[in-house]
Structure formats: C-alpha cells, structure tokens
C-alpha cells in the first residue's frame, strides 16, 4: 500500500517544482528578477501598505500563471508528440493568460510608483538642463572617440546592422531623451516612461535577432541618448 506524502514532502515537492521552472525556464528567471527588485524599490521608496499589497498581489499573479503555463505546456508534450492544432490553442492561451497578468502587474506598478519617481525624474532632468554644455560636449566627444577606436579595432558591422554601436539602439534611445525634454512637466513622466520602454524593446529585438550583442545595444543606447543631451542643451 503506498504511503501519503507527508506535509514536509508536500512542501518540498512545490519547492522542487518552483526550481525546476526556475532552471528551465527564462521567463520565469526573468519574473523573478523583476519581482524581487520591484519589491526592493517599494522599501526603498517607502509605499504605504495598501500599495505593497496590491504589488504583492500582481507580482504573485505573475509568476502563478507563468508555473501554470509551464505545467500546461509539459503536460502536452507528454500527451503529444505530433502537432496537434488544440495543442498549440492550449498553449497559446496559457501564455496570453501569463501575458494579461504582466501587463496587469506593470500597469498597477506605474499606479504605485508614478508619483514618486515623477518628482525624482523631474528633478534630474532640470539638474541635466543646468549643466555646463562644455561637459556634455566633451563627454560626448569622448565617446565618439571610444566608438570610432572600437571599430577601427574590430573592422565590423555597419552603420544600421552589426558592430560596436548598435545603430537602431542609438537612435531609439535618442527619441526618448527628445521626448523627455519637449513633453511639458504635466505629461513629461508619462511620455518619457512610454517612449523608454519602446526604446528597451527595439534594443531587444537587436539582440534577440543575433545582429548585436548586449554590450553593443547598451553602448548604442548611451551614445544616442548623449548626442541628444547635448544638442538640446547647446541648441535649446
């Protein structure tokens, strides 16, 4: 007669299954990562608790259907090894399931924290517009000088495909250092927030796509954001 697991064997079969997601899979690593540092940044910027409770609830909403649709997606293959039309509907609605609580959670963490990172952002920005332009100018120099020594050593990629920097990262990046200076102060954080995160995806999909590394989209990313930090500072 087999035996009951007992409370302690229950509690180490789950823990079992959150680390077998974690090693297998991605996205969850990346849940993870972004849950813990939120919940970082929500001690450190003081949330009342109402707040924390809603991060905490959007945040376990996340990673829940993320293990859910890692559970539909190995029962399937077990099930199944030809393509099956159903099989793919199964698993496409487990992942839009997973995506509906993201975008659920980033829009309840924009709601906690629009306020407090509006007034921080704000203040930054009108610390950047009062610095010396002679400083920008030579750091942005300097950083020419770095891309164009670092493609002379390389002597690869061109200028929108491959090579040190990312072509496509620097002038996403560039449209939303545009944007934050022209939006007004009522609107500034909104829009900046937007148009970052597009710049984040176009440098992702660079990536992803094989045509640049990490280290050359985030080197595009800084050099197209400084260029445009600098003309708006010696031309506004």
Not at 14 to 35: K, P
Request: charged residues 15%.
């Amino acid at each position: 007669m087999r035996t009951r697991p007992s409370i302690f064997d229950s509690f180490n079969f789950a823990f079992e299954g959150i680390i077998h997601v974690l090693r297998t899979q991605r996205n969850m690593r990346i849940h993870f990562a972004v849950a813990a540092a939120v919940l970082v940044g929500a001690i450190a910027t003081g949330v009342e608790r109402l707040e924390l409770i809603a991060l905490l609830l959007a945040v376990s909403f996340v990673l829940i259907t993320e293990m859910i649709n890692t559970a539909i997606e190995a029962s399937i293959d077990v099930s199944t090894t030809s393509f099956d039309p159903l099989a793919k509907l199964a698993k496409d609605i487990a992942a839009g399931a997973v995506l509906i609580s993201t975008v659920n959670a980033v829009a309840i963490g924009y709601l906690v924290f629009s306020d407090q990172f509006a007034n921080r952002s704000s203040r930054l920005i009108d610390r950047l517009r009062d610095a010396p332009a002679e400083l920008t100018l030579i750091a942005l120099v300097l950083t020419i000088i770095v891309v164009i020594g670092t493609k002379a050593y390389t002597g690869r990629g061109t200028p929108l495909r491959g090579g040190l920097p990312s072509g496509h990262a620097a002038v996403a990046f560039a449209g939303w250092m545009a944007a934050t200076y022209i939006i007004s102060d009522s609107h500034r954080f909104l829009i900046s927030s937007l148009t970052f995160i597009m710049a984040l995806l176009v440098a992702q999909t660079r990536v992803e796509s094989g045509v640049h590394s990490a280290a050359e989209v985030a080197y595009g990313g800084i050099l197209g954001a400084l260029i445009t930090l600098v003309v708006f500072q010696v031309l506004a």
